[in-house]
């Protein structure tokens, strides 16, 4: 079974995050959405933003909504996934996700993946390609329709 954790500092509520999920569920058999409750941004009203996603998803079985407070990776490490799915707005977005991405498998062997989020960013990368390549993944899914 495969599980990824959709996690960060963010409101879910954002644009293409509904979207993300649902494409990411096409990948991996289970999906954590983790809202981090960091010190340095916190959340107002946390609890209340966790019941919102909660009914969100109610539908899914498959996803599931945790806040944690530790670093992702070690969250990552605690749920049991095997990688982390993180949306991506522009190219600039891309290139900073991807630095993170190499760090987190240098740091903890964790694989992520980079979804698109707005439909009007078609554009694909070569080496995003190839990577999605090794590990036996189409790009098909990833880039948006």
């Not at 954590?32 to 966790?50: R, Y």
Request: charged share 20%.
């Amino acid at each position: 079974m495969t599980h990824a954790l959709f996690a960060g500092s963010f409101h879910p509520f954002t644009v293409g995050h509904a979207d993300i999920v649902a494409r990411g569920l096409n990948l991996f058999d289970e999906i954590t959405i983790g809202v981090g409750l960091n010190a340095d941004k916190p959340l107002p009203d946390a609890e209340a933003l966790l019941q919102k996603i909660r009914a969100l998803y109610a539908h899914e079985p498959r996803v599931h909504v945790e806040a944690y407070d530790t670093l992702t990776v070690t969250f990552a490490k605690k749920i049991g996934a095997t990688a982390l799915l993180r949306g991506v707005r522009s190219v600039t977005d891309y290139e900073y996700e991807r630095q993170m991405a190499d760090a987190n498998r240098a740091i903890g062997g964790l694989d992520t993946v980079l979804l698109f989020s707005k439909p009007e960013l078609s554009y694909i990368s070569s080496s995003l390609v190839r990577d999605l390549q090794g590990h036996g993944l189409s790009a098909d899914a990833y880039i948006a329709k």
